[in-house]
């Protein structure tokens, strides 16, 4: 595959949090991008006051950075569009106060580059579900937007957002039949998260619901254990990812003293035949367990 490398070609801001890139990508393909709403790349950053990251190496087949005093930084985002043009793709940026992403695309020119790597997506709706809630904080605005905008036309979906002021709210796509129930100021690092609070106080329509969630950590397990615990929903019924986590310099200086062990109950779990999303859970709970 070899290093993927983005050229900035167009920069705009399509929501008062939010800075679009637009990014010339002449091995787009090699990414293997899924083709799915909330389909995300890991972007690379360059070092402050580079051009563009370093270019990866290949190891057994292998393309990734090895050397840990060189890697750049590195942040996931949601393809916003694969497109407008044929090898180009459109990232959407939350801009935060401070941060390597938020820094580099208050400052980024015309010809700036990154590094692409590590396509993946979460969204897959049970297909025998009757409706789709859809839940985000700021860090999966730009996810809910892309799915919203290709929900056929006879879905019943349900979207619950949480913003830091109304103006967030006009980057969502309008469409007849999709509520949006908002919450204007809470959670996004600087407030108590309402988001499952709002999942809890939904009605739920009857038939058989799905549930996509981006949020923080903390909410996502919130969100999670509610589905699975008081709804008796099964796995097939929710995707529910964690997109960030709160203080995690200090969350992760302490998964660090007993990740070898919580690590093995995800790596037992798969060995055991269970799905990813499984696994994914039952570490989940065991980093719960550990106060984490």
């Known amino acids: 595959m070899g290093t993927v490398f983005g050229a900035v070609v167009a920069i705009s801001d399509p929501g008062p949090r939010i800075r679009r890139v637009v990014l010339d990508v002449p091995f787009v393909d090699d990414l293997g991008l899924p083709g799915v709403g909330d389909e995300a790349l890991c972007v690379w950053f360059p070092a402050p006051g580079a051009a563009a990251p370093p270019a990866m190496q290949c190891r057994d087949g292998v393309w990734q950075y090895y050397d840990p005093d060189t890697v750049p930084q590195g942040r996931n985002y949601t393809v916003r ?9 459109t990232v959407d940026l939350v801009l935060h106060e401070r941060g390597v992403a938020s820094d580099w695309a208050r400052s980024v020119q015309i010809g700036g580059q990154v590094v692409l790597s590590t396509a993946r997506s979460w969204y897959r709706p049970d297909p025998n579900a009757d409706w789709q809630l859809l839940v985000a904080d700021l860090a999966g605005l730009p996810a809910v937007a892309r799915i919203v905008e290709g929900l056929p036309a006879d879905a019943r979906a349900t979207v619950i957002v949480e913003v830091a002021d109304e103006r967030d709210l006009d980057y969502l796509p309008a469409r007849d039949g999709i509520e949006v129930i908002s919450s204007v100021g809470t959670g996004n690092g600087h407030a108590a998260s309402a988001l499952t609070d709002l999942v809890r106080d939904f009605a739920q329509p009857q038939g058989r619901g799905y549930c996509w969630s981006a949020t923080e950590s903390g909410a996502s397990r919130d969100i999670r254990k509610y589905f699975r615990r008081e709804c008796g929903w099964v796995a097939d019924q929710f995707d529910i990812v964690g997109y960030w986590r709160f203080d995690s310099e200090k969350w992760d200086a302490k998964f660090e003293r007993v990740s070898e062990e919580l690590v093995a109950v995800y790596t037992q779990a798969l ?10 859970e039952e570490f989940d709970l065991a980093l719960e367990r550990a106060g984490l």
């Open 271 to 280: 060995a055991d035949g269970k799905s990813d999303k499984i696994a994914s």
């Open 81 to 89: 569009t694969a497109g407008p043009g044929r090898k180009q793709l």
